[in-house]
């Protein structure tokens, strides 16, 4: 859509000016296909393939946020586990089978984001300027 690629765009200029950036959406779970074995569930952004593919190269981080969590089984012979959560945020930066992350800066893997979302956005943020951005190709 013309649109789309109007804002995609405008992010490229953003980027040529010095300004780095980021995206936050929504993740729905997806299975994804696995050519070497079992097709197995991740977190995926909530957007359609098409988009993400496209918007996705622009992004300077690409990040996760989830909550910490224990799972587990009261019998082995259940297929699926009991997940118990807490108030305790991270935030993922490299890229796993669960999840999509990554980008152009060099960021820890794990990024703790304590208890509230002014917390977490104030370590990140202290992590951002700390680190360095590798140029585009």
Known sequence: PKEFE??????????AAGITIICLCH?????????HGP??????PTLSDVVWQSA???FDVLLFGTFEMQV??????DRKGKAVGSDHRIVLARPGASHEAG???????IIDGGESPAECWA?????LIN???????
């Open 103 to 109: 980008g152009r800066y060099n960021l820890p893997d």
């Open 6 to 15: 109007k804002l995609l765009d405008k992010l490229d200029q953003l980027r």
């Open 56 to 58: 996705s190269k622009r």
């Open 72 to 77: 587990t089984k009261s019998s082995p012979r």
């Open 39 to 44: 097709d197995y569930d991740c977190s995926l």
């Open 123 to 127: 370590n990140f943020h202290e992590v």
């Open 27 to 35: 993740t729905t779970t997806k299975t994804r296909r696995n050519p």
């Open 131 to 137: 680190s360095t951005c590798e140029e585009l190709p």
